[in-house]
């Protein structure tokens, strides 16, 4: 079983930059990839961002196309989110994400074991 445990989030200024980390312990060598969502009131987890660990394939949702990136440190078992030119409708609970099959990853219920989430705050 794989544990996972956000960091980075806080406060930021509208335009400003973040950067979330994600730190994975337990058995790591069966995830297939790691996804970053983000809470939205009432609906399901809105996908942001997701990366095969493999072949570091990215992928992004079209509210965060262009500004932020997702990486990864296989060996250091880390998934980052650097979130630039951030806005105000960013605000919100961050979580990351490890999935260990073939599976839609913009669907949380691709995903096998989340983290806790980190907040993460823009004021405009």
């Known amino acids: 079983q794989v544990q996972l445990v956000e960091s980075g989030g806080g406060l930021v200024q509208a335009g400003g930059s973040l950067k979330l980390s994600c730190a994975a312990s337990g058995v790591t060598s069966n995830r297939y990839g790691m996804g970053w969502f983000r809470r939205v009131p009432g609906k399901d987890r809105e996908f942001v961002a997701h990366i095969s660990l493999t072949a570091g394939y990215t992928y992004y949702g079209d509210s965060v196309q262009g500004r932020f990136t997702i990486s990864r440190d296989n060996a250091k078992n880390t998934v980052y989110l650097q979130m630039n030119s951030l806005k105000a409708e960013d605000t919100d609970v961050y979580y990351c994400?490890?999935?260990?099959?073939?599976?839609?990853?913009?669907?949380?219920?691709?995903?096998?074991?989340w983290g806790q989430g980190t907040q993460v705050s823009v004021s405009s």
């Open positions: 994400a490890a999935r260990t099959r073939v599976a839609d990853f913009t669907k949380t219920q691709s995903y096998d074991t």
